[in-house]
Nanobody
Framework: QVQLVESGGGLVQTGGSLSLSCAAS????????MGWFRQAPGKEREFVAC????????YYRDSVKGRFTISRDNAKNTVYLQMNSLRPEDTAVYYC????????????????WGQGTQVTVSS
């Protein structure tokens, strides 16, 4: 069992930055692939970024490449999402997910989810 708690969301102007954190409970965190997803009102949950259990491989959706950075610290049971050059279209609730097998772009392949944190980018 893994419990996830996101934090770090907020309101920021276009071009600004935010740093999201996802703290995990459970001794097996370091064995899970982790991902960040987001969901805007009226839209489906979409992939943002993910990485392997050791952070050795990372993947991003095209629209965030060069602006967002995913990382993890297994000693702290935490995964991060650094978001720079934010745009209004990045506005959404951001969720982190844990996958027992491998990083995936599909939300239905994740086993555990946090409650989400709101990110709002004003124009």
């Amino acid at each position: 069992q893994v419990q996830l708690v996101e934090s770090g969301g907020g309101l920021v102007q276009t071009g600004g930055s935010l740093s999201l954190s996802c703290a995990a409970s459970g001794r097996t965190f370091s064995t899970y692939a982790m991902g960040w997803f987001r969901q805007a009102p009226g839209k489906e949950r979409e992939f943002v970024a993910c990485l392997t259990w050791d952070g050795g491989k990372v993947y991003y959706r095209d629209s965030v490449k060069g602006r967002f950075t995913i990382s993890r610290d297994n000693a702290k049971n935490t995964v991060y999402l650094q978001m720079n050059s934010l745009r209004p279209e990045d506005t959404a609730v951001y969720y982190c997910g844990a996958n027992r097998f491998a990083p995936s772009l599909k939300p239905n392949e994740y086993d555990y989810w946090g409650q989400g944190t709101q990110v709002t980018v004003s124009s």
